[in-house]
């Protein structure tokens, strides 16, 4: 994928703004909102698919209506970042469906995880059961949400 956005012209802007908002549009819908026939439209997102910008469609779920209400931010400190240390744990949380992100941070840890559980209780059980025993953990803090104000993978972007 290019990652030189400078390449997306206005209409393109615009397509993937109209799908980050609501990726179940029709063509002819996507084409009327963005001012082209369907055909050119067509192409362009079939384009934007292949370059990597529209990496798939997605479903928003209520995560409370799950089950899954408890959010939890998680910093990581690893005992050593060497690539084999950072490989391990990588691999170690892509396995683990109870955390929803994580991301490498620069700074004074070196992940933060973002985890859904149920209730406060099974976050405790998923920190000693899972966090805890991911590679080269060697220590953790943790923050719990009081309330979700806006929670989303869409990226806004600016036609």
């Known amino acids: 994928m290019s990652e030189n956005t400078d390449e997306l012209d206005r209409i393109d802007r615009r397509i993937l703004s109209a799908l980050a908002k609501d990726a179940r549009l029709s063509m002819a ?6 001012g082209l026939s369907k055909t050119p439209v067509t192409v362009r997102v079939k384009r934007l698919e292949s370059e990597g910008y529209i990496q798939g469609y997605h479903a928003a779920l209520d995560a409370g209506k799950l089950g899954l209400a408890q959010v939890a931010f998680v910093q990581v400190t690893l005992e050593r970042t060497t690539a084999d240390a950072l490989d391990a744990f990588n691999a170690a949380v892509r396995a683990a469906p109870e955390i929803a992100e994580c991301h490498m941070i620069a700074g004074g840890y070196d992940y933060l ?11 405790r059980r998923a920190l000693t059961d899972l966090v ?24 806004g972007v600016t036609p």
């Open 29 to 34: 819908a996507l084409a009327d909102r963005v």
């Open 113 to 123: 995880l973002k985890i859904r559980t149920r209730d406060v209780a099974a976050y």
């Open 132 to 155: 805890a025993h991911l590679p080269h953990v060697a220590q953790t803090s943790t923050f719990m949400a009081m309330e979700v104000v806006k929670d989303g993978a869409a990226v």
